[in-house]
């Protein structure tokens, strides 16, 4: 059975750091695109970031460009997002997702393209 799990959200102050985890199981996640959502309150969900298959290229939206960095473990079939200078409009649930088809990190990863999708995970940044 595939399935992703993310992990390590919750409450951080503005300006703070957090890592999200995305924990692969049933396949190998390094033998897809893989990227990052999110959805706030009202809103769509957008795509935050991915990372190509092997780890070669990686794409930014320009809201978390300098400030977030995604990557991968190879060994412990696992995705990560580092998050730093986090702000109040960063506050979301956080979603990994992985694509079946190749070369779907082309660009800012749209939801359209990603077949396989974790449960998600809180972020909240607030004062």
């Known amino acids: 059975q595939l399935q992703l799990v993310e992990s390590g959200g919750g409450l951080v102050q503005p300006g703070g750091s957090l890592t999200l985890s995305c924990a692969a199981s049933?396949?190998?996640?390094?033998?897809?695109?893989r990227g990052w959502f999110r959805q706030a309150p009202g809103k769509e969900r957008e795509g935050v970031s991915c990372?190509?298959?092997?780890?070669?290229?990686?794409n930014y939206a320009d809201s978390v460009k300098g400030r977030f960095t995604i990557s991968g473990d190879n060994n412990n079939n696992t995705m990560y997002l580092r998050m730093n200078n986090l702000k109040p409009e960063d506050t979301a649930v956080y979603y990994c997702?992985?694509?079946?088809?190749?070369?779907?990190?082309?660009?800012?990863?749209?939801?359209?393209?990603?077949?396989?999708w974790g449960q998600g995970t809180q972020v909240t940044v607030s004062s």
């Open positions: 997702a992985a694509g079946k088809s190749p070369y779907v990190c082309w660009d800012v990863p749209k939801e359209g393209e990603y077949d396989y």
């Open positions: 049933g396949f190998r996640l390094d033998y897809y695109d």
């Open positions: 990372i190509s298959s092997g780890g070669g290229g990686t």
